[in-house]
T-cell receptor
Framework: RKEVEQDPGPFNVPEGATVAFNCTYS??????FFWYRQDCRKEPKLLMS???SGNEDGRFTAQLNRASQYISLLIRDSKLSDSATYLCVVNAHGGQNFVFGPGTRLSVLP | NAGVMQNPRHLVRRRGQEARLRCSPMKGHSHVYWYRQLPEEGLKFMVYLQKENIIDESGMPKERFSAEFPKEGPSILRIQQVVRGDSAAYFCASSHNPGSIGNQPQHFGDGTRLSIL
């Protein structure tokens, strides 16, 4: 089993749609969680950290379920500019590195 | 620019030559990570370094690849005797101590696109 797994995608949604991505992780010692986005041929950029109580940033909401070891990202009112690959990232405090999921590609269509 | 700086942005080498990729971490960051990404594929972890120490090199090929992060100067990813299969985007990221309290994310540089002729 991979350390971090994500919805395989791709997701093709119309503008204005709500879309949700799921991510599961295998290391129960994981402490830090993030969502990144990566545009084609660009570097990954931090979208948001994920906190235990869940957090929201504008149209984006992140949730963490430690018992089930999964993280979610909800995007409301999708924009064309949201088209990208979304990467789930997990780190165990004191861990050797940040573990990236394979990514889920989103295409928002006009 | 206080972000992660990588250079060169693009590097072309012929088979058998050496490639040196440089990364200066974000100000205040002491942890550096290198990743490789092939077209249409995900990020692959290569190596994690702190100043003067390699912490985890489990993702590095055993031969031809080496990395360092000296006390002074940028981190260097070195590829000797390059082959066509080394063509990829190489991203560097930096962070504060990931073991410290609170979420400490990585921040990425723009990457170096390596092309082998």
């Amino acid at each position: 089993r991979k350390e971090v797994e994500q919805d395989p995608g791709p997701f093709n949604v119309p503008e204005g749609a709500t879309v949700a991505f799921n991510c599961t992780y295998s290391n129960s010692a994981s402490q830090s969680f993030f969502w990144y986005r990566q545009d084609c041929r660009k570097e990954p950029k931090l979208l948001m950290s994920v906190y235990s109580s869940g957090n929201e940033d504008g149209r984006f909401t992140a949730q963490l379920n430690r018992a089930s070891q999964y993280i979610s990202l909800l995007i409301r009112d999708s924009k064309l500019s949201d088209s990208a690959t979304y990467l789930c990232v997990v780190n165990a405090h004191g861990g050797q590195n940040f573990v990236f999921g394979p990514g889920t590609r989103l295409s928002v269509l006009p | 620019n206080a972000g992660v700086m990588q250079n060169p942005r693009h590097l072309v080498r012929r088979r058998g030559q050496e490639a040196r990729l440089r990364c200066s971490p974000m100000k205040g960051h002491s942890h550096v990570y290198w990743y490789r990404q092939l077209p249409e594929e995900g990020l692959k972890f290569m190596v994690y370094l702190q100043k003067e120490n390699i912490i985890d090199e489990s993702g590095m090929p055993k031969e031809r690849f080496s990395a360092e992060f000296p006390k002074e100067g940028p981190s260097i990813l070195r590829i000797q005797q390059v082959v066509r299969g080394d063509s990829a985007a190489y991203f560097c990221a930096s962070s504060h101590n990931p073991g410290s309290i609170g979420n400490q994310p990585q921040h990425f540089g723009d990457g170096t696109r390596l092309s082998i002729l």
